[in-house]
């Protein structure tokens, strides 16, 4: 059946298209508009209308046993879905798969991001996956704390056995890439080191941090992984240390791709009589000048959130400032991690402060295609809160008005006020869309042009841009109509998108022997069995680069 | 082979099918329970419960009850079982229950040596238990263990933390002596593992044990291994977290689930002293009944791996066993996950999850119709 789309505003960067098209859909996909003046089936007026891809969200720690123990801790978490109308009482609704598939179909994401699947998690990751409607979805797998890497760098294995090994990972996982959380870090704190910066070594491996993150770089590169490594940097949170930390880690990219995640967490130095002070005017323009990397916000928005996290050795520290105080910690194989509720509240210096370098980050890296949107959900803010943000970065009087709300003596500790920079639609388009597909090298979407799944995002353009990014006027996901005015109209089931690369048998053979002698465990137990997931077709395969 | 029977006669899938599609249908207050299958039949059992508006609980929930109140509560401090057996220099084994529930983890514990960290490796292993029995591990190299009665732990626990804070301790029931023993064995770690059973301990008990590795973090490294009595129970909570938002024990008989630990648990349920009137029960697993199977006061539609079980009912199912007849995704505590299993045995007979989605398309979304 053939589906035009008629008279909308197409938003579509990546075929530097921008103006009123119609655009045509058939089997799924977008397609040429018919050459022997057949008529569409179907036709949805969009006139009026702004048509952008389906939106991207390249970080957002949506399933996986740590997400679900967070929802274990917290059966109040609803509080954090600030788009959830009034008091609900707190016993009555939970954060679900099926919430989650839900609202991010609402506001026109399509394709979601797990970023932080530990390997003995994958499973787990696909099964809560497979149950979140609507969204296609993908994961990152955590290597960088694991002693089979560790060990390999120390006895200096060749780069071609440490591929292998990240090969069999990915393959086994199912993953769409690699993420690297406080390399070493963990490790190092089930040694009780407490404190962990780029070039300290790991305790009984000798190897450094700056060593896991060049290999993995290298292994992922070799591998023809399109996403880069994803980097969470060592010392996230602490003041002066993070931007350290962060700078030397950006610097180390030495010309290779390399991603950084959630840098606003990293903006932090050590001015002021609070000892807290804002560098995201330093670390922007480090961004600005190293185009090698690439790097997400992880924006705070204030409320009640929970902070998700891999990085074991950070989360620890942080349940000191747990709100409720009540926390979880992990000593797992290889990350392990935590899970601390957190209230980011607007009267808080340090909490405003946090949302005003998110803020900087965002509007003076100049290009949009180097920086991704993300609130590092939940760790930032919910993404409930997108809205909202979009708000923030399009209309200057919108952060205006937050930032006479906030204390004073943060409006003196932020350029922000003086940053005139609004967010175009194309801008964000790119930033949302096109971007995020390059990135992932999932060429099948975040445009517009023919070839292109047909998932499409219609929004009703208005002044008040929270409301015009919060509910979608039109979804369409893989060419069906899922969304009408904000309201689901279809539930359907997307795919989790992942490489295939073929792991060496050798390599395999190698680690059956591993995990058993080592830990008594079966490697099988690490795959993500075909048919698992109680869908037909629960996966779409991503080429590696040749 | 008879595979479904009604009032106990043969009967063939499809009559019994709509028997209990239409027992179901005049139920005020439907219940879901048993849930012991694999994933697809969990989620078959939810997708039915939701429809249906139903009560749901696993029949073995008491073992992890006491658990998930307590991380609920306070938080917790959780290791997984194969990082311990490569790290932990040193092992706190509280009560009596380990014993028995974590024989192959104590044993894996006792015969292996910790071989990861500078601070933990080369130095082998010390279990110290704290209960009337070590079990497998009795009299094992490394092993002491110090008389200590189950209902005597937490206050034992309470102690220790007590001592380790330099607060002065009461009169308890092991003496100042011995607390200072299991205070000093536990901090002189370089890695430290307490092991214990939330439902041998309870859930204030469990909430001490989390507040023990807490205080003992401040100063060295230290988890714990919470001992489930059902693994298969564990990955039911796991499952129903993510869909419903809440670890089972809960009710979709107002669309939104809603939980309530004592209100919706089976035994209330299943006895005729709650609300259900009618209840739909699986038991689809290898490895026998379920811990206690509660009577069964109810009209009941049972999907059983064992034929008699389900003769016995008023409407029975025979259906294969999850992890044995058929490919399976199932909870393994030794890994901390879920795993897949491949069947070992072919079967005739269906799923669980077949027969339940039959069912539900049978009823074909009762509480939409409602609505
Ligand atoms: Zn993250």
Redesign the interface.
């Known amino acids: 059946m053939l589906k035009r789309l008629s008279g909308g505003h197409v938003v579509d960067p990546a075929t530097e298209r921008d103006g009123v098209i119609d655009l045509y859909v058939e089997d799924g996909v977008i397609v040429d508009p018919p050459s022997d003046g057949r008529s569409a089936d179907e036709t949805i007026d969009c006139t009026g209308l702004v048509v952008m891809a389906g939106a991207i969200d390249i970080h957002s720690h949506i399933?996986g046993?740590h997400?679900?123990?967070a929802?274990?801790?917290l059966?109040e978490?609803?509080r954090a879905f600030s788009s959830r109308p009034g008091e609900t009482a707190l016993?009555?609704?939970?954060?679900?798969?099926?919430e989650t598939g839900l609202r991010y179909a609402q506001m026109g994401f399509t394709t979601v991001v797990e970023p932080a699947m530990a390997p003995?998690?994958a499973?787990?990751a696909h099964?809560?996956l497979a149950?979140t409607p609507i969204i296609d979805k993908a994961t990152l797998v955590v290597l960088g704390n694991d002693?089979l890497l560790l060990s390999m760098i120390r006895d200096g294995e060749s780069e071609n056995a440490i591929a292998d090994y990240v090969a069999w990972t990915v393959a086994s996982s199912r993953a769409l890439g690699v993420k690297c959380i406080n390399a070493g870090g963990s490790a190092a704190?089930?040694?009780?080191v407490r404190k962990f910066e780029f070039d300290d070594v790991v305790?009984?491996y000798g190897v450094s941090s700056r060593q896991i993150v060049k290999t993995l770089q290298r292994a992922v590169t070799s591998l023809g992984i399109a996403h880069p490594l994803h980097v969470h940097c060592n010392n996230l949170g602490v003041p002066g240390a993070s931007s350290d930390a962060i700078a030397a880690t950006m610097r180390a990219a030495e010309g290779d791709p390399l991603h950084l995640a959630h840098i606003q967490f990293y903006g932090y130095g050590t001015e002021g009589k609070r000892r807290f002070s804002s560098r995201g005017r330093d670390l922007a323009a480090l961004v600005n000048t190293t185009p090698e990397v690439t790097v997400d916000i992880g924006q705070v928005m204030f409320g009640q959130t929970v902070t998700i996290s891999s990085d074991e050795l950070r989360q620890?520290a942080g349940r000191a400032q747990?709100s409720p105080r009540?926390?979880?910690?992990?000593?797992?194989?290889a990350n392990g991690g935590g899970v601390v509720p957190f209230d980011y509240r607007r009267k808080s210096f340090h909490n405003a402060l946090q949302w005003a370098i998110g803020m900087e980050l965002f509007l003076l890296i100049e290009d949009p295609a180097r920086v991704f949107f993300t609130t590092d959900h939940p760790n930032g803010a919910p993404f409930t809160t997108y809205p909202d943000i979009f708000a923030l970065l399009m209309d200057r009087s919108v952060r205006q008005a937050w930032l006479e709300a906030l204390p004073k003596a943060v409006r003196e500790m932020t350029s922000l006020a003086e940053i005139e920079r609004e967010y175009t639609l194309n801008e964000i388009a790119t930033m949302t869309r096109a971007a995020p597909a390059r990135l992932l090298g999932t060429a099948d979407r975040g445009h517009l042009g023919a070839g292109a799944v047909a998932d499409i995002a219609v929004y009703r353009p208005g002044a008040d841009k929270a409301a015009m990014f919060g509910t979608a006027a039109f979804v369409l996901k893989d060419g069906e109509v899922v969304v009408r005015n904000g309201a689901v109209v279809k539930r359907t089931f997307g795919r989790a998108l992942t490489l295939r690369p073929e792991p060496d048998k050798a390599m395999k053979a190698r680690l059956d022997r591993y995990f058993d002698d080592?830990?008594?465990?079966?490697a099988?137990?690490f795959?993500?069995?075909d048919?698992?997931l109680?869908h037909n077709d629960p996966f779409k395969v991503v080429p590696c680069r040749a | 082979m008879d595979r479904a029977w009604i009032d106990g006669q043969p009967a063939t899938s499809d009559e019994a099918l709509d028997a209990a599609a239409k027992l179901l249908a005049d139920a005020v207050q439907p219940f879901v329970g048993g849930l012991r299958t694999d994933v697809a039949g969990l989620r078959a059992a939810f997708a039915l419960a939701k429809d249906l508006g139903a009560i749901v609980d696993h029949a073995d929930s008491a073992t992890i009850e006491p658990f998930l109140s307590a991380l609920r509560d306070g938080g917790a401090f959780l290791a997984a079982p194969a990082e311990m057996r490569r790290r932990a220099d040193r092992v706190l084994v509280l009560g009596d229950e380990p014993a028995t529930i974590g024989a192959d983890l104590l044993t894996s514990l006792s015969t292996s040596e910790p071989d990861l960290g500078v601070r933990t490796r080369g130095s082998g292993r010390q279990i110290m238990v704290l209960g009337t029995v070590a079990g497998p591990v009795e009299g094992h190299d490394g092993v002491t263990r110090i008389d200590c009665a189950s209902d005597d732990l937490v206050d034992v626990v309470g102690m220790v933390r007590a001592r380790l804070a330099g607060r002065p301790i009461g009169e308890g029931p092991l003496g100042g002596t011995t607390i200072a023993t299991i205070a000093e064995f536990v901090a002189a770690a370089g890695f430290g593992c307490i092991v214990f059973s939330p439902a041998e301990v309870g859930a204030l008990g469990s909430e001490q044990v989390f507040g023990l590795a807490a205080d003992l973090n401040a100063e060295t490294r230290c988890s714990t291994l919470p001992l489930l009595g059902s693994d298969n129970a564990m990955g039911a909570a796991l499952l129903s977290t993510w869909t419903a938002g809440f670890p089972l024990r809960l009710s979709f008989g107002r669309r939104e689930a809603e939980h309530d630990a004592a209100l919706y648990a089976s035994d209330r349920q299943l006895s005729g002293a709650g609300e259900a009137d009618c209840a739909v029960i699986v038991d689809a697993l290898a490895d026998g009944a379920a811990a206690a199977a509660p009577a069964v006061a109810l009209p009941a539609i049972v999907l059983a791996a064992d034929p008699a079980a389900a003769k016995a009912a008023q409407i029975g199912f025979a259906v294969a066993s999850a992890g044995r007849d058929h490919d399976s995704i199932l909870y393994d505590s030794r890994f901390g996950s879920f795993v897949g299993q491949t069947a070992q045995e072919s079967s005739e007979l269906p799923t669980a999850a077949a027969i339940l989605t039959a069912l539900a398309e049978r009823l074909g979304g009762r509480v939409a119709d409602a609505a």
């Open positions: 399933a046993g997400v679900n123990t929802r274990l801790l059966p978490w609803h016993s009555r609704v939970g954060w679900t798969t099926e003995s998690s499973l787990h099964l809560e149950d002693d704190f089930k040694e009780n305790p009984d620890f747990a009540k926390s979880v910690i992990f000593d797992h194989e080592k830990y008594g465990l079966s099988r137990w795959e993500v069995p048919g698992a109680g």
